[in-house]
T-cell receptor
Framework: GAVVSQHPSRVICKSGTSVKIECRSLDFQATTMFWYRQFPKQSLMLMATSNEGSKATYEQGVEKDKFLINHASLTLSTLTVTSAHPEDSSFYIC????????????FGNGTRLTVT | GQNIDQPTEMTATEGAIVQINCTYQTSGFNGLFWYQQHAGEAPTFLSYNVLDGLEEKGRFSSFLSRSKGYSYLLLKELQMKDSASYLCAVSDSNYQLIWGAGTKLIIKP
C-alpha cells in the first residue's frame, strides 16, 4: 500500500534554532501534502496544505514565516520550524494524497519536537 | 459552519462489539473516512464510504447514510490492541477534510 515516510521521528532542539522535517511519498505521486500538529490528548489540527510547485495555504492562526513549507517535488515536502520556542513543542504529522478526492490520506509516522 | 460530532470516549469489553457514531454537517460531501490513532502515533486509514450502506473489512465495518449525515464504525471481537482513538473525517465540496475530535475507545479485559 501507499507509504509516507517522515523524518526525523524525534528531535530535541534548543530555543531559537530551526528544525526541518521531511515528508516523502515512497510509492505514489503526492499532488497534495498536509501538515498537522497535535497537542497531547487533542485532535489533529491542520496547519497548512501544500500543492507541488505552488505556495502553501496556511490555516488561520498559523504563522507562515515561522512554519516554512516547501513542496518542491511530487514526492517531497518539508516543514521548517524557524526560531523554535518551547511552545512549539508538539507532535507534527504530515500526510499525502494522490489525485482524486476519494484518495485516502496516508500519514507519516510523525515527528515529536521538543524545544528546550 | 461545518461540524463533525462523535463521542469523546467509549468503554467496551474484550471480545464484545462496539459502535462509534459520527454525525456531520458540511458544505458538500465527497466521502467519509475513519482513521485509527494509537497514543503517540500517526493515524492509520481504516475505511472510506462515499455511497450509502455498509462496508465490511474484517473485524471492522463502516456504515454511511448521506441523507441523515450519519456514519458509524463497528468493531467486532474487540481485542486489547483496539484501544485507540478513532477519528471520523468528511471530505467537503472542495475535497478538504473536516476532522472530528476523535473517540477514545477503552477496552477492558
Amino acid at each position: 500500500g501507499a507509504v509516507v515516510s517522515q523524518h526525523p521521528s524525534r528531535v530535541i532542539c534548543k530555543s531559537g534554532t530551526s528544525v526541518k522535517i521531511e515528508c516523502r511519498s515512497l510509492d505514489f505521486q503526492a499532488t497534495t501534502m498536509f501538515w498537522y500538529r497535535q497537542f497531547p490528548k487533542q485532535s489533529l489540527m491542520l496547519m497548512a496544505t501544500s500543492n507541488e510547485g505552488s505556495k502553501a495555504t496556511y490555516e488561520q492562526g498559523v504563522e507562515k514565516d515561522k512554519f516554512l513549507i516547501n513542496h518542491a517535488s511530487l514526492t517531497l515536502s518539508t516543514l521548517t520550524v524557524t526560531s523554535a520556542h518551547p511552545e512549539d513543542s508538539s507532535f507534527y504529522i504530515c500526510s499525502a494524497t494522490g489525485t482524486g478526492g476519494s484518495s485516502p490520506l496516508h500519514f507519516g509516522n510523525g515527528t515529536r519536537l521538543t524545544v528546550t | 459552519g461545518q461540524n463533525i460530532d462523535q463521542p469523546t470516549e467509549m468503554t467496551a469489553t474484550e471480545g464484545a462489539i462496539v459502535q462509534i457514531n459520527c454525525t456531520y454537517q458540511t458544505s458538500g460531501f465527497n466521502g467519509l473516512f475513519w482513521y485509527q490513532q494509537h497514543a503517540g502515533e500517526a493515524p492509520t486509514f481504516l475505511s472510506y464510504n462515499v455511497l450509502d450502506g455498509l462496508e465490511e473489512k474484517g473485524r471492522f465495518s463502516s456504515f454511511l447514510s448521506r441523507s441523515k449525515g450519519y456514519s458509524y464504525l463497528l468493531l467486532k471481537e474487540l481485542q486489547m490492541k483496539d484501544s485507540a482513538s478513532y477519528l471520523c473525517a468528511v471530505s467537503d465540496s472542495n475535497y478538504q477534510l473536516i476532522w472530528g475530535a476523535g473517540t477514545k475507545l477503552i477496552i477492558k479485559p
